[in-house]
């Protein structure tokens, strides 16, 4: 019997949406606000304004694909679903950025870890960069109100294989872990979120907030680039939109113009700060872009004699934080410990190699597990993060400098994995990285990560988490926007996503993002429709 998808269903019920790639003929469309970018800030704030009454337009670049176009297939998944099919890279190549492009986001292709922000970090956004408001027990009912909203919750199976590895690994050692809370609702336990869920188990925003936006009278525009602000250096006049083909890739030469009272940018760490830089936004400052911040990601390998089968079951239920805040929040870079699922394209890439060498690794997929470590950049005068840039085509690209700051948090998370693995029962360590190969112990694993050349592109790094680039806070000779999410000079413009972060999070950033989107919305409903 086959699941059915509700979101074609709203389409059949006469949900009103536009698609880019079908327009014969330039658009106007108006609204009361326009939300650009329809991922976790995008969608949440749609909903909140929507509610009240307001008309709201969200707008996406990429596809609209929902539940009856999961097949569970790397090739279609990765090529429709992902920014620069799941190509987008840092300027220099060295890093593979993981980003959402579709309907709902990243939150359409994230493996579901849903965490609070962690209350260090918050208080050193207030101590450091001049933030108001958000402190912990302000955060404290948005937080649980998005978890709610979003069936967020412990994950309440047991981990599977790979996850279990470093819950035994941890208990073996003495280190904590605990179960990641995962936003499900009915989850079949498939292990393959990253794909988009067949089932809508996962409450993405394309199985939550957008339908309820759409059911409240809002309007979608997908396969649209929004391409720059027209301004006067203090309200924006509209929003110009470029149509792009079905692929998402190529302009069709329609242009959409949308005129709205209020407009909100949702596009994420990377496209929110490009659009204002294309559109030559206030920045008197010259704080527009920078501060850019990922969760820098390494990896290693470990192959045991029982089977892990990494492609199956929740991908990400254990994590570890012994290593997070172990040196203070300015000291040593700190890093968190979860593990990726393993689908075999990705895996291919990952495990590296060549020829014979890359057909061995991956002939034993079934018996294979990688760790990975989240570094958390940004709290040390050390660690300024990254810079969005824009190519000559108008297109963004970070440019992310790996620093010996974090070389020193990367060697130390290869010891910390490797540790961990073979306490867990390994009996092979690979640190993933182009000069290391596999050992047979522990004491073989720290002379040779003691070894290993920090050489950008000899190093396989990546991450899913792209935060700031549009820094809150109250002093605008730091920060983009304010703590309410205003941007600083022009009137008529806020920022609900990701880009807002002052730092990195140390921590999956989904419901950061959701439950601070859901508050910067309440303050601005107030100000938009004061009576509702």
Excluded at 12 to 24: N, Y
Excluded at 243 to 254: E, M, S, Y
Excluded at 366 to 392: C, I, K, N, W, Y
């Amino acid at each position: 019997m086959p699941v059915p998808d509700p979101f074609r269903q709203g389409l059949e019920r006469g949900w009103t949406t536009h698609d880019g790639s079908r327009l014969e003929q330039d658009l106007t469309l108006e609204a009361d606000v326009a939300v650009i970018g329809s991922g976790a800030g995008g969608a949440t704030t749609a909903e909140s304004l929507s509610a009240t009454g307001l008309k709201v337009l969200l707008i996406e670049e990429g596809p609209l694909k929902t539940s009856s176009d999961f097949h569970l297939l790397e090739n279609e998944a990765y090529a429709d679903l992902y920014q620069e099919g799941l190509g987008r890279l840092s300027k220099d190549g060295a890093i593979t950025i993981l980003q959402g492009r579709a309907v709902g986001g990243t939150t359409l292709v994230n493996w579901t870890s849903s965490f609070r922000t962690p209350p260090q970090t918050l208080e050193h956004w207030a101590r450091e960069h001049a933030v108001k408001g958000l402190d912990s027990a302000a955060m404290a009912p948005w937080f649980a109100r998005m978890e709610q909203r979003l069936g967020i919750s412990p994950w309440a199976l047991p981990p599977n294989a790979n996850n279990d590895v470093l819950r035994r690994g941890c208990e073996a050692l003495g280190h904590r872990w605990a179960v990641i809370p995962r936003n499900v609702r009915g989850c079949w336990n498939l292990g393959y979120c990253g794909m988009g869920c067949p089932v809508n188990a996962k409450q993405s925003m394309l199985v939550t907030s957008i339908p309820a936006t759409l059911d409240k009278g809002g309007e979608l525009l997908y396969l649209a680039r929004a391409a720059r602000f027209s301004h006067d250096g203090q309200r924006i006049d509209h929003l110009q939109c470029q149509a792009l083909d079905a692929q998402g890739i190529q302009p069709t030469g329609r242009q959409v113009r949308v005129r709205a009272r209020h407009y909100v940018l949702a596009g994420g760490g990377i496209n929110s700060p490009a659009l204002l830089l294309r559109s030559q936004a206030p920045d008197p400052h010259q704080r527009l872009g920078k501060r850019t911040f990922l969760h820098l990601v390494n990896f290693s390998a470990a192959q045991f004699d029982a089977p892990i089968d990494p492609y199956y079951g929740a991908p990400q239920s254990i994590y570890s934080d012994q290593f997070q805040w172990q040196a203070g929040v300015t000291g040593p870079v700190g890093y968190k410990l979860e593990v990726p699922p393993l689908h075999p394209a990705l895996a291919s890439t990952l495990l590296g190699g060549h020829g014979q060498d890359n057909a061995l690794r991956m002939a034993e997929l079934p018996h294979t597990h990688v760790m990975l470590a989240l570094l958390r950049d940004g709290f040390h005068p050390d660690s300024p993060g990254g810079q969005v840039e824009l190519r000559g085509d108008g297109s963004p690209v970070l440019d992310y400098p790996v620093t010996d700051y974090l070389r020193d948090g990367l060697r130390r998370a290869w010891h910390s994995m490797a540790q961990i693995q073979f306490a867990a029962g390994a009996r092979r360590v690979l640190p993933v990285h182009g000069d290391a190969r596999y050992v047979d112990t522990a004491d073989q694993a720290q002379a040779m990560i003691d070894r290993l050349p920090l050489q950008l592109l000899r190093m396989r790094l990546g991450s899913a988490h792209v935060m700031g680039g549009c820094a809150l806070g109250e002093d605008p000779r730091q920060a983009v926007c304010d703590s309410l999410g205003r941007h600083h000079q022009l009137e008529n413009l806020s920022i609900h996503d990701g880009s807002l972060f002052p730092t990195s999070i140390g921590a999956n950033p989904q419901l950061s993002v959701y439950a601070l989107a859901a508050r910067l919305s309440d303050a601005l409903i107030g100000r938009l429709a004061p009576r509702a």
